[in-house]
């Protein structure tokens, strides 16, 4: 049986696209028209407090101003049918044991941590949790969700090659539903990934150190794993990585091709210049600079991209 290609790009509404988030929605439109999938968009919005009002419409008048339209309706997470389905995996995964409420503070696993001296990564923002409420709460009231991790995770992507990640030392037990009530991003993602038969991920390379949570997520909820390519980040010039935290511009949209070819070049896709080649001698001198339709432009640059990465399993 052939499962038919169903790829998504799933920005969070905290602002408009900028030049990182457009590499990313046109490198999983192209894997979706070179593989002659479909292609949706999701506005993931549980995180409710980064959300900008208006930015969700916003982003989605970008996306079709650059000729990038979702297949289908546009879904978002906010609504009670996700909200609902993200409640019934976090019940499934405390039926078998998987899930258990947390009770402490970030202060309480900044003290568990200094007294078993520090099982951190060095990241001081990703401090490993120390496990204090696996085996139960002791009486305290859970804030959190946490889902227990276990195993070495290995894993493929397209583009960066076998990956792997220790999710108990790497990682710990990890948020599933937060201290203030909402659906922690993996696991919207993964009930989301599912529940629109997503078979292709294609997104930043920043999420990439997500997957070993998401497909741990996939297993223990008996979901299949999509396929994934992570995708090169644009760098602002102070090296960090553009971002709507960096406050990156939004992309000027009045301009799609130049918007577009920057975005080709990061993915390093061989395309035809702006002007397109000048037949020798042939054309009238006001013809000479002979811009592609969008259409056009993205037609190519899908043929570029099949040629790229089709054949990479
Ligand atoms: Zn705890």
């Known amino acids: 049986m052939v499962t038919r290609y169903r790829g998504r790009f799933a920005p969070t509404p905290s602002g408009p696209l900028h030049a990182g988030s457009v590499v990313a929605a046109l490198a999983s439109w192209l894997d979706a028209r070179a593989h002659g999938g479909t292609w949706v968009v999701r506005i993931e919005d549980t995180d409710t407090p980064r ?3 208006g930015a969700d419409h916003h982003i989605l008048h970008q996306l079709d101003r650059l000729g990038l339209r979702s297949d289908e309706p546009v879904r978002w997470q906010s609504p009670s049918p996700s909200q ?9 995964l405390q039926a078998k044991g ?8 970030r202060q309480d696993i900044e003290r568990a941590l200094a007294r ?9 923002a990703a401090a490993v949790y120390p496990g204090t409420c696996r085996t139960g709460l002791g009486g305290r009231t859970p804030r959190a969700w946490r889902v227990r991790v276990e195993g070495h995770w290995a894993w493929h992507d397209r583009r960066l090659g076998p990956q792997s990640q220790d999710l108990p030392r790497e990682v710990g037990d990890f948020v599933i539903r937060r201290a203030d009530g909402l659906w ?5 993602v993964v009930v989301d990934d599912a529940a629109q038969c997503i078979t292709d991920v294609v997104r930043g390379e920043d999420l990439a150190d997500n997957t070993p949570r998401q497909q741990h997520l996939q297993r223990l909820l008996g979901l299949p794993l999509p396929r994934y390519l992570h995708t090169p980040l644009v760098w602002a010039c102070d090296g ?4 709507k935290q960096t406050g990156a511009m939004a992309v000027d949209v009045d301009r799609p091709l130049s918007v577009l070819q920057a975005a080709a070049q990061v993915l390093q896709l061989q395309l035809p210049a702006a002007g397109g080649p000048k037949p020798v001698g042939s054309s009238p001198p006001d013809a000479a600079h002979h811009t592609p339709s969008l259409e056009r432009w993205l ?8 040629q790229r990465w089709l054949a990479v399993p």
Do not use: I, M
């Not at 998987?98 to 503070?105: H, I, M, N, T």
């Open 184 to 188: 922690a991003y993996q696991l919207a």
């Open 84 to 92: 609902d389905a993200y409640e019934a995996a976090w019940r499934a």
């Open 299 to 306: 037609e190519q640059a899908t043929q570029a991209w099949a």
């Open 240 to 243: 960090q990585k553009l971002s």
């Open 116 to 124: 078993v001296g520090g099982l951190n990564t060095g990241q001081p």
């Open 51 to 53: 959300c900008v009002p």
């Open 98 to 105: 998987w899930a258990y409420g947390c009770a402490c503070s």
